[in-house]
């Protein structure tokens, strides 16, 4: 299977259980649930679009050889070679935000739509990736923890500027990237609203999207996430090609890990393979990386 942009009207009940088996599945297992909406829409839209999730582009990255969170370094060689097939595939870059409309109103998608993301504003992804995605003729949107900004290995506010005045784009990754779930409403409240309205006042416009630190959420921070105005938000697991309206409030990517062949990575656009360093299908669990640095 190919993946290509769309959307269609899934009113069926087969498609119904479906989700809400998989929502059952995500919480016996302790996973984020990938329903976590206020209010389900009488018909919902679903978009088939590959949304890739990385951290740290290069050899020089911030973790440790052998350390847990080694596996989120991707050499900047393997993102030149990543970068390069979606380009000469016909792959659209299109941002988190596109993604969103298409589920809330139907909005149309080009053909073969992918969002590249990227967590944590690490130095890296300006000195590495945004040459690479400017080389390709791409974009990437960038999910920025705000109190991280101008901190030794992260993007400064200029740096954010020049990559916004090339086309790249922004989404709010929390305050100071803790585990949501485990503070109080009205703190885990402040962390998504004030990381909102601060990455806003900087980039001149309005943040509509949100990435959970950790790929952590339950209801009550999915509702928190809808509250602060954001019109979608991103995990981690279990990675989907295709989302539905339904799941718009934890839509889950493929991770692009260190050792991620091109063959794989092909692989995992088509649909055909799961990431190589992702467990079973039978076993849904979320590896979260020891560090901050995710």
Excluded: C
């Amino acid at each position: 299977m190919t993946a290509e942009g769309g959307r269609r009207k899934a009113e069926s009940p087969g498609l119904v259980a479906a989700v809400v088996f998989a929502g059952v599945l995500l919480a016996l297992s302790g996973t984020p649930v990938a329903l976590a909406q206020t209010l389900t829409p009488a018909t919902s839209l679903s978009v088939t679009a590959p949304i890739l999730m990385y951290h740290h582009i290069g050899e020089a990255a911030l973790e440790t050889r052998g350390a847990i969170g080694e596996r989120y370094d991707i050499s900047a060689a393997d993102f030149d070679t990543q970068m390069a097939y979606l380009a000469a595939h016909g792959y659209t870059p299109v941002s988190v935000e596109q993604i969103a409309d298409a589920l809330n109103d139907g909005a149309p998608l080009p053909e073969r739509p992918v969002a590249i993301t990227f967590d944590d504003a690490n130095q890296d992804n300006f000195d590495n990736a945004f040459p690479v995605l400017r080389k390709y003729h791409l974009f990437g949107t960038f999910f920025i923890v705000t109190r991280w900004v101008g901190a030794p290995g992260h993007l400064t506010w200029d740096e954010i500027g020049v990559m916004q005045r090339a086309g790249m784009r922004f989404g709010a990754h929390s305050l100071t990237h803790p585990w949501l779930t485990k503070l109080r409403l009205a703190d885990a409240g402040r962390e998504i609203a004030d990381s909102k309205a601060d990455l806003g006042a900087h980039l001149g416009v309005p943040v509509r999207v949100f990435a959970y630190p950790y790929g952590s959420a339950s209801l009550a921070v999915t509702r928190l996430v809808q509250e602060a105005g954001f019109v979608a938000a991103l995990g981690t697991s279990p990675p989907r090609l295709t989302h539905t309206s339904a799941q718009r409030f934890y839509l889950t990517r493929l991770g692009i890990y260190r050792g991620t062949t091109i063959t794989s990575f092909a692989a995992q656009l088509g649909g055909v393979a799961r990431p190589p360093t992702q467990p079973a299908q039978h076993s849904i669990v979320i590896h979260h990386r020891g560090s901050l640095n995710e």
